[in-house]
């Protein structure tokens, strides 16, 4: 029997085994047509394929991003902090002369008056926002500000002491700190003064960040509403470096910006972005570049998930806009000179995955490795035949 040539056996090879080859992921066909098959569970039934084109980078440029300002508004600091529960006050008295409630009587045999002041030992504003007032009894101060204290306390004393005058002094707030936690050299609950303190402000008073700025969120919370923020938005845009409000929570957390790079690219691993944000070009350069003899440059992919918001305006018409989340396929054809400048452009994100697919040609290779592999013994079986005749 003739055999069959190698070509055609390599054709056939590929036709019927090359499902059962070794591989790096799906080919290029496999991704675009797999865009409109749904999987046996249905938990991810399709995804959108998009071209990377000047229209679609244009169009991301416009994803909405975490704001601080977004999502507390007010860029006003907040007004005259006045008393709470749990702050420490001391009251501190004058009188007119002495002899007095508060004052000290003469001392005898002597020419000096005695003291025209007394300071009342610190209390603790209690749950019923009261503090006691020696002949003034329980005083109402949560809620009130220091001056509308003072002159209740006066108020109350007038008739008894002499021409009493009060200052009250909050020595420990309790009810106008912040609590800052996390990556911060010193966590701590910091007051707020009464000209108001931005993040920013509250965050040096914390010993500023341990952590890198780039790899460094905030995340604020303010009663229901939390929002994470990179601290690099915050540095470099005034307007995210909102004021703080008594009671808010600030958390710098600690998260290395990176992405994943699999398939026929110099490496497989995932990588970190080491700066505030890098582009698909600078992606494709710290994975190593395609591999020469492996990839196929019409077949690079960014896997990611999509607000819904943003595939509405690349695909007005996909079916899969009902979630918050849409699973999007970018897809970049390095064939085209011009996607050298598009991928410059292409802002990379947080755990994005990049997929080099392999080469049609490289499959071939692996089914002529194997026919090789197969036809050796017979080959060379043949060979040692022909010798000994």
Known sequence: MRPLPIALCAALAVSGCSAILPAAGPSTSAVTEGADVA?????????????????VVEALRGRPLDSLLASFGDR?????????????????????????????SLLPDRFSAGSKSA???????????????????????????????????????????????????????ASTVVTVTGEVTAGARIPLSTKGDRLLDVIASAGGVRAPVSETFVRLSRGRTTATVPLTAVVSNPRENI???????????????TF????????????????????????????????????????????RFEPASVVRRLRPN????GA??????????MRDPN?????????????????????????VQKVLSVFSAITAPVTAGASLYQSTR
């Open 243 to 257: 004021y703080l409000r008594p009671g808010d929570t600030l958390t710098l957390v600690r998260d290395p910006q």
């Open 119 to 173: 300071t009342i030992p610190p209390q603790v504003v209690t749950r019923d926002g009261a503090i006691t007032m020696p002949y003034a009894g329980r005083i109402q101060v949560a809620g009130k500000r220091v001056q509308e204290v003072q002159a209740q306390i006066e108020q109350e004393l007038a008739g008894k002491a002499i021409e009493p005058q009060v200052i009250v002094t909050v020595t420990q707030p």
């Open 318 to 321: 996909s079916p899969l806009l």
């Open 324 to 333: 918050p989340q849409v699973p999007v396929v970018y897809r970049v054809n």
């Open 260 to 303: 994943l790079a699999t398939g026929a690219t110099g490496a497989n691993f995932e990588i970190p972005f080491q700066a505030e944000g890098i582009t698909l070009a600078q992606a494709l350069a710290k994975a190593g570049g395609l591999r020469d003899f492996q990839a196929d440059p019409a077949g690079v992919f960014l896997f």
């Open 39 to 55: 999987t046996d569970q249905g938990l991810l039934a399709r995804y959108e394929i998009i071209d990377v084109n000047p229209a």
């Open 339 to 363: 996607s050298l400048f598009i991928t410059q452009a292409f802002r990379m994100r947080n755990r994005d995955l990049v997929y080099v697919s392999n080469a049609p040609f490289t499959e």
């Open 76 to 104: 006003r600091p907040s007004v005259e902090p006045v008393i709470g529960v749990g702050d420490v006050i001391t009251v501190t008295i004058w009188e007119a002369s002495t002899g007095g409630l508060f004052s000290g």
